[in-house]
């Protein structure tokens, strides 16, 4: 087993792991060129790096992931590695304990002993519920002659009741190292001070630790690990990682070459970054953000904001929306289904008390975009509205027309609703809204609004109209207006300002996919387009009309 490095006055030092290309795989697909890592070790090596987890070893199949994802001996055994660097893979506990006998699993994973391996180490990621599980496979990893960690996940919020008997727990079984993963990021430096101290009482052997920096605290939480007796320490180049990333190698390798008394070339390590890192981190967009602190400060799983940030239907309120949700319906465990609900966050049923036929009931309806059409057209769209005198709705905050031409304006997202409503306090028109049951934080900030109370229901794929609540298949405020202005049995819709998306923007298809839904309902009514549009309606001039 790698013993921790010493100084000259024999202070024992923390080893030091870089798990880039392990960690940095949730970005990637685990899909690194062959020309990064061969620099890449390199330059970690330069910078006093002690192991490399090279990557997962998992029995994952569906859809593509790079080598980084399966890091096979065959694959470990062609790239060009110093003899000074121990490798380290890692596997998660859930693969262990679902599917095959967990002996058949490792089998499959591990089919060469360590002595004909290039691994030394594995490590096993586990949540507490999952550590007594897991714990067998410790003495056939060991009998092929593998070291083994355990990466505790998600035990911030343990007491230390808890924490000790997971440590006493451990202590009956050869484990070489057991480690501390912050894996919410909401931990700050004297909480990760007192879970390694209670670990301690319950575990003799190495700790480790293994930060996020939702809060910006990853460096400092492992120095104050250290200083409290933690002798391995885990980092990834520029922080890449899932969500905000973790503790960044360079940075480490400058507190550690100081703490060795050992200097470090961090020379590659730098050119690498500026070269590699940086322009990834760029395409990719790990690191701390508002949206992370807040899954920090909260304990929500950080893989919510990976996702919405790579989506670009998730706006500003929607990732809050999400945030708001998840706060208070428990977000540890990342559920792709939990993403459509949390965006909704309505409360109550959908009920509503304001019926829309006694303002739309057979009359044409101009419908108000965000779009940039409104306003390239407006003096034409405003001398329509003056002569054909529709009945005129505009979205959200639209101002790109008369203020005295507008008769109503239309929301339904709370956090949307709770950031403009000030606005909404300077915009004379009624607000239709699903009044009774957005958040009452909503409801107080708009208090001092005139607003029409319409119920909204969301369940995919459907469509319903009711006198006083609708039924849409997404919480867009599209949606919910073409749904009301149908309950409101209007003779047509008419629409600007919907000039749509690029074709690969998420937020096309998914405002497409409304539009053919609605369409295709019976009650639907249509749809005519007078400004300039991406989308499948039917379009007829402004200035034809």
């Given at each position: 087993?790698?013993?921790?490095?010493?100084?000259?006055?024999?202070?024992?030092?923390?080893?030091?792991?870089?798990?880039?290309?392990?960690?940095?795989?949730?970005?990637?697909?685990?899909?690194?060129?062959?020309?990064?890592?061969?620099?890449?070790?390199?330059?970690?090596?330069?910078?006093?790096?002690?192991?490399?987890?090279?990557?997962?070893?998992?029995?994952?199949?569906?859809?593509?992931?790079?080598?980084?994802?399966?890091?096979?001996?065959?694959?470990?055994?062609?790239?060009?590695?110093?003899?000074?660097?121990?490798?380290?893979?890692?596997?998660?506990?859930?693969?262990?304990?679902?599917?095959?006998?967990?002996?058949?699993?490792?089998?499959?994973?591990?089919?060469?002993?360590?002595?004909?391996?290039?691994?030394?180490?594995?490590?096993?990621?586990?949540?507490?519920?999952?550590?007594?599980?897991?714990?067998?496979?410790?003495?056939?990893?060991?009998?092929?002659?593998?070291?083994?960690?355990?990466?505790?996940?998600?035990?911030?919020?343990?007491?230390?009741?808890?924490?000790?008997?997971?440590?006493?727990?451990?202590?009956?079984?050869?484990?070489?190292?057991?480690?501390?993963?912050?894996?919410?990021?909401?931990?700050?430096?004297?909480?990760?001070?007192?879970?390694?101290?209670?670990?301690?009482?319950?575990?003799?052997?190495?700790?480790?630790?293994?930060?996020?920096?939702?809060?910006?605290?990853?460096?400092?939480?492992?120095?104050?690990?250290?200083?409290?007796?933690?002798?391995?320490?885990?980092?990834?180049?520029?922080?890449?990682?899932?969500?905000?990333?973790?503790?960044?190698?360079?940075?480490?390798?400058?507190?550690?070459?100081?703490?060795?008394?050992?200097?470090?070339?961090?020379?590659?390590?730098?050119?690498?970054?500026?070269?590699?890192?940086?322009?990834?981190?760029?395409?990719?967009?790990?690191?701390?953000?508002?949206?992370?602190?807040?899954?920090?400060?909260?304990?929500?799983?950080?893989?919510?904001?990976?996702?919405?940030?790579?989506?670009?239907?998730?706006?500003?309120?929607?990732?809050?929306?999400?945030?708001?949700?998840?706060?208070?319906?428990?977000?540890k465990k990342f559920r792709p289904e939990t993403l459509?609900?949390?965006?909704?966050?309505?409360?109550?049923?959908?009920?509503?008390?304001?019926?829309?036929?006694?303002?739309?009931?057979?009359?044409?309806?101009?419908?108000?975009?965000?779009?940039?059409?409104?306003?390239?057209?407006?003096?034409?769209?405003?001398?329509?509205?003056?002569?054909?005198?529709?009945?005129?709705?505009?979205?959200?905050?639209?101002?790109?027309?008369?203020?005295?031409?507008?008769?109503?304006?239309?929301?339904?997202?709370?956090?949307?609703?709770?950031?403009?409503?000030?606005?909404?306090?300077?915009?004379?028109?009624?607000?239709?809204?699903?009044?009774?049951?957005?958040?009452?934080?909503?409801?107080?900030?708009?208090?001092?609004?005139?607003?029409?109370?319409?119920?909204?229901?969301?369940?995919?794929?459907?469509?319903?109209?009711?006198?006083?609540?609708?039924?849409?298949?997404?919480?867009?405020?599209?949606?919910?207006?073409?749904?009301?202005?149908?309950?409101?049995?209007?003779?047509?819709?008419?629409?600007?300002?919907?000039?749509?998306?690029?074709?690969?923007?998420?937020r096309s298809r998914e405002i497409k996919d409304v539009?053919?839904?609605?369409?295709?309902?019976?009650?639907?009514?249509?749809?005519?387009?007078?400004?300039?549009?991406?989308?499948?309606?039917?379009?007829?001039?402004?200035?034809?009309?």
């Open positions: 087993m790698l013993s921790p490095k010493k100084t000259t006055t024999e202070k024992t030092q923390a080893i030091f792991l870089d798990c880039t290309l392990r960690d940095g795989g949730y970005y990637n697909a685990w899909d690194f060129s062959p020309d990064l890592v061969h620099h890449y070790i390199e330059a970690v090596t330069e910078a006093g790096v002690d192991v490399i987890e090279l990557g997962l070893r998992t029995r994952k199949t569906h859809g593509f992931m790079g080598a980084h994802a399966y890091t096979t001996d065959e694959y470990i055994k062609s790239l060009d590695l110093p003899n000074s660097l121990k490798i380290s893979v890692m596997i998660n506990a859930s693969e262990l304990l679902t599917g095959p006998k967990l002996t058949d699993t490792l089998a499959l994973l591990f089919p060469n002993s360590a002595d004909t391996s290039p691994v030394s180490l594995v490590r096993i990621a586990c949540h507490s519920f999952e550590f007594v599980g897991a714990l067998a496979s410790v003495k056939w990893l060991k009998d092929r002659g593998f070291d083994v960690g355990f990466n505790l996940m998600q035990i911030a919020d343990r007491s230390e009741s808890e924490i000790v008997s997971l440590a006493e727990t451990a202590s009956l079984h050869p484990i070489d190292v057991l480690y501390v993963a912050d894996s919410m990021g909401s931990m700050n430096p004297q909480q990760t001070k007192q879970t390694v101290q209670w670990l301690a009482k319950g575990w003799s052997g190495p700790i480790g630790v293994h930060t996020h920096d939702n809060l910006g605290l990853a460096l400092a939480n492992t120095l104050e690990a250290i200083s409290a007796g933690a002798t391995w320490v885990d980092s990834t180049v520029t922080g890449m990682g899932r969500g905000p990333g973790n503790a960044r190698t360079e940075e480490l390798a400058i507190e550690l070459s100081s703490l060795r008394r050992a200097k470090a070339n961090l020379v590659p390590l730098m050119t690498l970054i500026r070269k590699t890192f940086k322009p990834m981190q760029q395409q990719y967009g790990w690191g701390s953000n508002p949206y992370y602190y807040l899954t920090g400060k909260y304990g929500i799983h950080p893989t919510y904001i990976q996702e919405m940030l790579g989506d670009s239907r998730y706006d500003e309120e929607d990732v809050l929306s999400v945030i708001e949700y998840l706060k208070e319906k428990g977000g459509a609900s949390a965006r909704n966050f309505y409360v109550g049923k959908a009920e509503g008390s304001w019926n829309p036929k006694h303002a739309l009931d057979g009359r044409d309806v101009l419908l108000l975009g965000a779009g940039p059409g409104v306003r390239s057209h407006r003096k034409a769209v405003e001398s329509y509205i003056k002569k054909a005198k529709p009945v005129v709705i505009a979205l959200n905050t639209q101002s790109d027309i008369q203020a005295e031409l507008i008769d109503f304006r239309i929301a339904c997202h709370p956090v949307r609703l709770l950031a403009d409503c000030k606005a909404y306090a300077q915009l004379p028109q009624p607000l239709i809204v699903p009044e009774s049951m957005l958040p009452s934080d909503v409801r107080n900030a708009l208090s001092a609004k005139k607003t029409l109370d319409f119920g909204v229901n969301i369940e995919s794929d459907k469509f319903e109209f009711k006198e006083t609540s609708c039924t849409t298949p997404s919480p867009l405020v599209l949606a919910y207006a073409l749904a009301m202005i149908t309950s409101g049995s209007a003779k047509k819709i008419l629409m600007s300002g919907f000039d749509g998306y690029g074709s690969d923007d998420p539009l053919a839904l609605y369409q295709s309902s019976s009650d639907s009514r249509e749809l005519v387009s007078i400004t300039p549009t991406r989308y499948d309606i039917p379009i007829h001039s402004v200035y034809a009309m």
